[in-house]
């Protein structure tokens, strides 16, 4: 008796009695990224937590949600807490209930983070819920409009044109027709640059690009850019531009890479937020373009339509802009999205800083000439620029 229970006492005991380390849980857990619609109340986001395998313990977990530019307990409920995985289970799900409303808007997001595992370690502990809005624009007397502020974002810089001249401090003009170096603004396009009144003025807090045609083949616009004094890299832009309209008429408002003196186009990226072509006044485009230094462009986009022309109202066109991911919306409503899967095999441009680009072009490849259709003057008329950063 006194041997066996010799050999009971020192069954957790190595070859000299000394007492063996506790078994390594080799359990480890991972939580999944998530996206809902917003629904009619009863919406929730879905996140998975999985262990490697079935669980022979139960595994705990807490979790905390954190708004990132959904805001809580108005766009989703804050119900942070703790979630099990079953003996004999590989998942259990953490149900984020997400709140309905009547507003349109962009994709908003939250975070989930776990914490204090017990019987498994944390792999993936982090993970992003989406949820994308099924509303529709609400138009007002002259157009779409959004708001001065939004969750998660600060204002980092405006533009409302309450003064009576274009800020210099903020702006540059283009001059000319882009020769010796750029021959028709390397479109082939047909206007002159100016920077008279007749062109470009602000008036009654608004920004007009005017395009004008005197003669046969004569035509005057204004192009104007941010280069080396006001850069955007990351965040939310909006633009809220009426449009012009005719055979010919190239309006755009774009984002050109603050590297281009280094390394080129397209090497240096850029994001056409909006164009359109004139003979297409219910259309408007937004493309990235890219590619190797001194080598092929390459470039990816789409368009938006409306049944009605973008000249008889205001709209808003807005990029969401993200480490390797570009989202484009016309009055909130997705029109594009990019991220490096994107790339055909070359390098992503687009996590740097880049420059605006307003412009309304005459002619070029694109559009082709004006004809006798082709009404003139043609205005693009800009009410406000916001440009917000993800809040610190």
């Known amino acids: 008796m006194l041997f066996l229970l010799l050999i009971v ?16 849980n080799n359990t480890t857990i991972n939580i999944l990224d998530a996206t809902v619609v917003e629904g009619s109340g009863t919406s929730t986001l879905q996140f998975d937590v999985t262990a490697n395998s079935a669980v022979e313990t139960a595994v705990t977990v807490n979790y905390t949600i954190k708004g990132v530019s959904a805001e809580p307990n108005v766009d989703f409920t804050d119900n942070s807490g703790s979630v099990e995985i079953a003996v004999g289970q590989r998942s259990a799900t953490i149900s984020i209930p997400v709140l309905d409303d009547e507003i349109n808007e962009v994709e908003e997001k939250i975070q989930v983070t776990l914490s204090n595992a017990s019987n498994a370690t944390i792999s993936t502990g982090t993970a992003i819920g989406v949820i994308r809005d099924n509303d529709q624009p609400i138009y007002g007397e002259d157009g779409y409009e959004t708001a001065t502020n939004f969750y998660g974002y600060d204002l980092e810089w405006s533009d409302e044109f309450d003064g009576d001249a274009l800020d210099t401090e903020v702006y540059n003009y283009d001059i000319g027709d882009g020769c010796p170096n750029l021959c028709g603004w390397g479109n082939n396009e047909l ?40 850069k955007f890299q990351f965040g939310r832009i909006d633009f ?3 449009l012009p309209e005719g055979q010919g008429i190239w309006p755009a408002a774009w984002l050109l890479g603050q590297n281009i003196d280094a390394v080129g186009w397209p090497a240096c990226g850029e994001i056409d937020i909006m164009e359109m072509v004139g003979h297409e006044p219910e259309k408007v485009h937004g493309t990235a373009h890219w590619g190797p230094q001194g080598g092929q462009n390459r470039f990816n986009g789409n368009s938006f339509s409306l049944n009605k022309k973008f000249s008889e109202d205001f709209h808003v066109f807005s990029l969401v802009w993200e480490a390797n991911e570009l989202v484009w919306y016309v009055d909130e409503l997705e029109m594009h999205r990019l991220t490096p899967d994107n790339m055909q095999g070359e390098q992503y441009r687009f996590n740097q800083a880049f420059y605006m680009i307003l412009n309304v072009a005459v002619g070029g490849n694109w559009p082709g000439s004006p004809n006798d259709t082709t009404v003139f003057p043609q205005e693009m008329v800009v009410d406000y620029i916001r440009y917000f950063k993800v809040t610190t």
């Open 9 to 24: 006492s020192c069954y957790a005991c190595g070859e000299d009695n000394t007492e063996m380390p506790t078994p390594i």
């Open 191 to 230: 206007e002159w640059y100016t920077n008279e009144p007749e062109n470009i003025f602000v008036k009654d807090g608004q920004l007009t690009i005017r395009a004008t045609k005197s003669g046969s083949s004569n035509y005057n616009s204004a192009k104007i850019h941010t280069k080396d004094k006001q």
């Open 240 to 242: 809220r531009i009426k």
